[in-house]
């Protein structure tokens, strides 16, 4: 693999002022952004948007604020060369199959936003290791704020059947057939009553991801008795609220998280090759296994069954199948980005004409509930090689860093492939931008863990702020 780029850029000159601004107002920005996203993910669509255009206007002006007061300083920065002309491939290619797709509009403003999407996380990552000591403490402190926060909302959520959701909801008058999905509500009185619990599966899926970021964060800007308060906090009302919870991706992320960073303290080289070969094989190999397995009988076997015979496995099961099937259409290059979704609607109305049936299924779902066959369906087998390349270049970024944050990145990685493997449509908007709150919320923890290695611990005293008198002096 290619070695990290080396950036070298401009030391930060000692200016309180850009300081302030830069650390304390995107810090902060940070933590409504990951706190009202662990409330309502949907809204990451919108608020990674205004983080990242708030991120890269902070680092111009404060850029511009510090001409002619700069000088070198040599730094490695986790997205390399390698990891950009991977993705820029990958997307290349999801744009280009909108000549193919049957809905052409569709994939070429799905791979357009997914661009969007990843180099503004590279344009705001950029800007983080460009920060400072000062601004790298309050930048980490605005993460595991906001992931505190989220963790202890829907701890208490879940505890109470929903009362700060149900709460809001009548207080703000809603009635009965106004809020979607209608299933997932009770009324009684005109009031909603109870609230399912299903309804909070992204919230945990979105919590499992950027909890290692919070993690570190906390372990990286609070001295050592703080930090264990706010990590045992953090992890007690976080391990309640996705064992509570009824969504198993979130479970499956923590236990391959968790299991990922503890591997990492017997041997950071072994962790790292796993995992390499583990995305391999779940990015490649996903469409052969699923293949061998339908060939063989092993999707029918009495064992499987038994386990599939309850929840939606089943149903995901089939709608698996059916994908499998499909691919062999156009196994090289793909239907198109997001095609499914063009094609289900389409061989729905087919089939409402043909049987008169409104309620007829159509052929196909409109995703695989799994991101990785979803590639093979979308973009074939040069979009499943790219994909690969992509996870493996974001890889070798994280072998680069220094090892006191590498287990949490690593982590956060591996949550990630764990969350793709059995949930939602990979090219929704708000399922994009988590990933992409994700890649910034641990850009920043690790810069502040790097800024701990550097200078110790920086007491804390203030949401995303620093003590009283200015910015300490950073040795970046």
């Not at 693999?1 to 000692?14: F, K, N, Q, V, W």
């Not at 509570?244 to 391959?256: F, I």
């Not at 156009?330 to 089939?351: D, F, M, T």
Request: hydrophobic letters at 55%.
């Amino acid at each position: 693999m290619a070695s990290i780029t080396a950036l070298r850029l401009p030391r930060r000159a000692e200016h309180a002022r850009a300081d302030r601004i830069w650390g304390t107002v995107i810090g902060t920005l940070a933590a409504v952004v990951i706190a009202v996203g662990l409330s309502k993910p949907r809204t990451f669509a919108a608020t990674y948007v205004v983080l990242v255009a708030a991120m890269i206007a902070a680092d111009m002006w404060l850029q511009w604020q510090t001409v002619g007061q700069v000088g070198p300083v040599q730094r490695r920065y986790p997205v390399a060369r390698r990891i950009v002309v991977a993705a820029a491939a990958l997307l290349a290619w999801a744009g280009l199959s909108a000549l193919w797709s049957p809905g052409p509009m569709q994939s070429l403003g799905k791979a357009a936003v997914a661009a969007v999407f990843v180099f503004g996380a590279v344009a705001a990552c950029l800007g983080v290791v460009r920060a400072r000591e000062p601004d790298a403490f309050r930048l980490g402190e605005g993460i595991w704020i906001g992931v505190l926060a989220g963790a202890v909302y829907l701890a208490v959520e879940l505890l109470t059947g929903q009362v700060l959701e149900r709460g809001a909801i009548n207080l703000l008058g809603f009635r009965e057939g106004q809020l979607s999905p209608h299933w997932l509500y009770t009324w009684a009185d005109g009031r909603v009553a109870a609230i399912r619990d299903v309804g909070l599966n992204r919230h945990l899926v979105a919590l499992a991801l950027l909890s290692p970021a919070g993690l570190l964060a906390a372990r990286a800007t609070l001295t050592p008795p703080w930090a264990r308060l706010v990590q045992g906090i953090g992890i007690t009302a976080g391990l309640f609220a996705i064992l509570r919870g009824e969504s198993e991706t979130a479970k499956l992320a923590v236990v391959v998280g968790a299991a990922t960073w503890a591997l990492c303290l017997v041997s950071q080289t072994l962790a790292l090759r796993l995992v390499a070969a583990g995305w391999v094989v779940a990015a490649m190999l996903i469409l052969p296994g699923l293949q061998v397995a339908y060939k063989t009988g092993l999707d029918r076997s009495p064992w499987l069954l038994a386990k599939l015979e309850r929840g939606s496995a089943a149903d995901r099961f089939s709608i698996l199948s059916t994908f499998v099937k499909r691919i062999g259409e156009a196994p090289l290059i793909g239907h198109g980005v997001n095609a499914a979704y063009v094609l289900g609607a389409s061989e729905k109305r087919e089939a409402v004409q043909r049987t008169g049936d409104p309620e007829a299924e159509p052929g196909i779902a409109q995703h695989p509930h799994n991101a990785y066959l979803q590639v093979w369906f979308d973009l074939g087998l040069i979009g499943a090689a790219l994909f690969t390349a992509f996870g493996l270049a974001v890889l070798d970024g994280i072998r680069r860093l220094r090892p006191a944050v590498q287990p949490y990145a690593l982590a956060t990685f591996t949550s990630a492939a764990a969350i793709l493997a059995p949930s939602y449509g990979l090219w929704q908007f708000w399922y994009m931008a988590m990933f992409g709150v994700a890649t910034v919320a641990v850009a920043m923890a690790v810069r502040a863990g790097e800024a701990a290695e550097e200078t110790g611990p920086r007491p804390f005293v203030g949401a995303a702020g620093g003590p009283p008198g200015g910015p300490q002096q950073g040795t970046a």
